[in-house]
T-cell receptor, first 114, second 112 residues
Framework: NAGVTQTPKFQVLKTGQSMTLQCAQD?????MSWYRQDPGMGLRLIHY???????DQGEVPNGYNVSRSTTEDFPLRLLSAAPSQTSVYFC?????????????FGPGTRLTVT | DAKTTQPPSMDCAEGRAANLPCNHS???????VYWYRQIHSQGPQYIIH???NNETNEMASLIITEDRKSSTLILPHATLRDTAVYYC?????????????FGTGTRLKVLA
């Protein structure tokens, strides 16, 4: 299993540009989520999904959209990039069966908005 | 959602036990306590979780107080590779779905 994969690893955007961060998992996990981590800070939840077709907002959803058309993929869209969105973005997945399973994290995407 | 409070940083001598405390005084009866760690800027890594009994696995032990208002993660023989930020998380349940709220964690430095 590849686990959780994220692309790209690095990205530089100009203010106002849009882009999609990709996240995929091959573990048949129902739960997927996106976090952002600013320098020296903990992780903050952006959006999450408990299955295909179901998404919900986390702590900091503004400026981001998500969709979940398949179990495997959970892309994060930045609608109009702003310098405040400069951060490292982590995708994670887990099972929901038994509701005690740990999350598996991807390697992260480092985004800089100029 | 239950919040957690952790000391911002701790040092531990290599080979000694590292005891990382976490306060979660508002935890609900059906909420689990999870511990993760983040080495440098990698994605966080799961360590252990528990509900009310003490737990042990190959990485660490988790001690939860009887009133469940606090817990301690124990790394029995810390090594330099255990230098990381350790996060204590209470798994929140909202409207039948589940989400994880991370705090700022404890930065553990293992000293040679």
């Amino acid at each position: 299993n590849a686990g959780v994969t994220q692309t790209p690893k690095f990205q530089v955007l100009k203010t106002g540009q849009s882009m999609t961060l990709q996240c995929a998992q091959d573990m048949n996990h129902e739960y997927m989520s996106w976090y952002r981590q600013d320098p020296g800070m903990g992780l903050r939840l952006i959006h999450y999904s408990v299955g295909a077709g179901i998404t919900d907002q986390g702590e900091v959803p503004n400026g981001y959209n998500v969709s979940r058309s398949t179990t495997e993929d959970f892309p994060l869209r930045l609608l109009s990039a702003a310098p405040s969105q400069t951060s490292v973005y982590f995708c994670a997945s887990s099972k929901l069966a038994g509701r005690t399973y740990e999350q598996y994290f991807g390697p992260g995407t480092r985004l800089t908005v100029t | 959602d239950a919040k957690t409070t952790q000391p911002p940083s701790m040092d531990c001598a290599e080979g000694r036990a590292a005891n990382l405390p976490c306060n979660h005084s508002t935890i609900s009866g059906n909420e689990y306590v999870y511990w993760y760690r983040q080495i440098h800027s990698q994605g966080p890594q799961y360590i252990i979780h528990g509900l009310k009994n003490n737990e042990t696995n190959e990485m660490a032990s988790l001690i939860i107080t009887e009133d469940r208002k606090s817990s301690t993660l124990i790394l029995p023989h810390a090594t330099l590779r255990d230098t990381a930020v350790y996060y204590c998380i209470v798994r929140a349940i909202t409207s039948g779905t589940y989400k994880y709220i991370f705090g700022t964690g404890t930065r553990l430095k293992v000293l040679a």
